[in-house]
């Protein structure tokens, strides 16, 4: 209900600490650059998070009914974030993979960033001949990438094979700028490996459980001879008074 103009690092500094005008908050989330991300690294623990995330990556699988034009224009879009940006392409055709690299150097001619893009894809990029789409998905849940691109005609019988992305792209038609920028589902995903284990920003990142106990004497006195027994083992006998105390006035 309250909105502030403000980002960047002193924007996390402000939220997570308050300052006059700021009230200090209890979860920070969202995307950053690496400082934001090493920003929200140092409030952890004073502020939930949701990730540390960074740098975006894309992996694009793909058969030979791709277009390398699509392809090469996917792998740029990823690329021209900044040099530490990771695009990889998967696919079962010598051919494309020859033919995007063509259209790579077309296109990064032609585009503003292209010194960002271009070392990022010399440096960070890859381009790998796979013998099967199953090696492909294997090599693709090992990387977790942020962004999967499922390039080919049917693309929805390969869910299944997808174990580990931040969000998945299905078709010649589905870019992932399209993510990025207009498509539903949020686009804050978890990077450099952390799919294995994460998931994109959701309403469940705002939301948190709390269990509790209610037991009657019957059932903590049924109970008790065993959290004694524990207590004892651990050597904390405090926590083992605290049950037996409840009894002692019935001896």
Not at 6 to 32: C, F, H, N, R
Not at 78 to 103: G, W, Y
Not at 213 to 234: G, N
């Amino acid at each position: 209900t309250t909105i502030y103009r403000v980002g960047g690092v002193q924007a996390i500094a402000a939220l997570a600490y308050g300052t006059e005008t700021i009230s200090a908050v209890d979860k920070i989330v969202g995307p950053g650059n690496a400082y934001v991300a090493a920003a929200k690294s140092l409030v952890y623990g004073d502020v939930g998070i949701d990730m540390i995330a960074g740098p975006s990556e894309v992996a694009v699988i793909a058969d030979d009914s791709a277009n390398p034009k699509y392809v090469a224009a996917d792998l740029i879009a990823q690329a021209e974030h900044d040099t530490n940006a990771r695009a990889f392409l998967l696919s079962t055709s010598q051919t494309l993979i020859e033919e995007v690299k063509k259209e790579l150097a077309n296109q990064l001619a032609r585009l503003p960033r292209s010194e960002i893009a271009s070392t990022s894809l010399k440096e960070k990029g890859a381009a790998v001949l796979v013998t099967s789409f199953d090696e492909a998905f294997e090599i693709s849940n090992i990387l977790a990438p942020e962004h999967l691109e499922v390039q080919t005609n049917d693309p929805l019988p390969y869910l299944s094979k997808i174990r580990h992305a931040g969000s998945v792209f299905l078709g010649h038609y589905t870019p992932e700028a399209l993510g990025d920028y207009y498509a539903g589902p949020n686009h804050v995903l978890p990077t450099s490996g952390t799919a294995k284990f994460s998931s994109g920003l959701s309403v469940d990142d705002f939301v948190k459980k709390t269990t509790y106990l209610y037991y009657t004497k019957d059932a903590l006195y049924d109970a008790s001879l065993h959290v004694i027994r524990i207590a004892e083992a651990e050597q904390l006998d405090g926590h083992g008074k605290a049950v037996h105390i409840r009894f002692e006035e019935d001896n």
